[in-house]
């Protein structure tokens, strides 16, 4: 078992509620949430009960670990939240929802996802860029998944809409390894302020 790190107690994991059509990407997810246990890291995330999220979550659990869901009520009553979780916070909207795992996460992992993982790691990212945070922001690929999102952003800061520093609000890692190497070389956060729930 790996040792905890020293200032990363929580991570909140960014992933689709879907698995994918490639099973890479849910074994990712349970490795990324085994090793998080073993490290003895907390995991915040959209307490879904379905896709990657459960993969994540179920194997944090199954390592003994801690498990904190945030659901807006809308999608509770919807019956696709998870049952088993350590802590389950409900919310009223989907922006108080981000606010509660921004403020009881230390870092961000970025799994293979859809349009609210999308949304989820350009805002956080956004939130990064403008000053409002310094917390690490880690997208772990699978299979070239994100490769699309690297060029992305390439185009964006060739095109001038953003600085060649954009590059650096985000590391790319292609596996779990890599994101605990890195993540036990980046300085602890500096920037403890938060921003107000709207």
């Not at 960014?14 to 099973?23: A, L, M, R």
């Not at 000053?131 to 390439?154: E, N, T």
């Amino acid at each position: 078992m790996t040792g905890p790190m020293k200032h990363i107690k929580t991570l909140c994991v960014y992933c689709g509620s879907n698995k994918g059509v490639d099973t890479h990407y849910a074994s990712l997810a349970r490795d990324l949430g085994t090793e998080m246990a073993a490290r003895g890291i907390s995991l915040v995330y959209g307490a879904g009960g379905i896709g990657l999220m459960t993969e994540v979550a179920d194997a944090v659990l199954a390592g003994k670990g801690q498990v904190i869901g945030v659901i807006p009520d809308h999608l509770a009553h919807a019956e696709v939240q998870h049952g088993g979780l350590t802590e389950t916070i409900v919310v009223d909207s989907m922006h108080h929802r981000k606010q509660i795992m921004f403020e009881r996460a230390d870092g961000f992992i970025v799994l293979p996802g859809g349009l609210g993982t999308l949304d989820e790691f350009f805002e956080i990212l956004t939130w990064r860029q403008i000053g409002l945070h310094d917390k690490s922001v880690i997208v772990l690929d699978c299979a070239d998944y994100w490769a699309p999102l690297q060029a992305l952003v390439d185009q964006v800061v060739a095109q001038g809409f953003a600085s060649p520093q954009a590059h650096d609000l985000y590391h790319k890692v292609n596996s779990v390894a890599d994101v605990f190497a890195f993540l036990e070389k980046a300085p602890e956060p500096a920037v403890l302020g938060a921003p107000e729930r709207f």
